[in-house]
């Protein structure tokens, strides 16, 4: 699915970035930064509750093609800056991790192994 799509449907907020033509294959959600670096899939798009600047790593060394902020969580000061000069996409969004995540689904992405579908 398009990422310029998904922004629409969703009514995402945007932090930072600008390249919005591409294809998203997938969505994970988890907090745990391990996690994220051993199991996201590339171009996956990411749900998470952090906020630091190390999540900002996390997408450019996996590829990813962004990150959505739920419950109207932001980035701090200097991780919007980092994120805005390597143009990295970060989204935020008043909806709860697990409606977005649902919305998602709804909209035709699964995560990395589709066990549910």
């Known amino acids: 699915m398009n990422l310029q799509e998904i ?8 932090l930072s970035g600008h390249q919005f033509d591409m294809d998203v294959n997938c969505g994970y959600v988890s907090d745990i930064l391990s996690d994220v ?8 798009l990411w749900i998470t509750n952090q906020t630091h600047e190390n999540i900002l790593a996390l997408v450019y060394f996996k590829s990813l093609c ?4 739920p419950e109207g969580l932001l980035l ?4 919007l800056n980092i994120a805005k000069e390597k143009s990295i ?3 935020s969004t008043q909806a709860a991790a697990f409606d977005v995540a649902g ?12 066990a549910l579908a």
């Open 7 to 14: 922004v629409k449907e969703l009514s995402l907020d945007v």
């Open 37 to 44: 670096m051993a199991k996201s899939p590339k171009s996956a």
């Open 66 to 69: 962004g990150i959505i902020l």
């Open 76 to 79: 701090d000061e200097s991780s």
């Open 89 to 91: 996409l970060v989204f």
């Open 103 to 114: 919305r998602l689904y709804e909209l035709g992405l699964r995560g990395r192994t589709s």
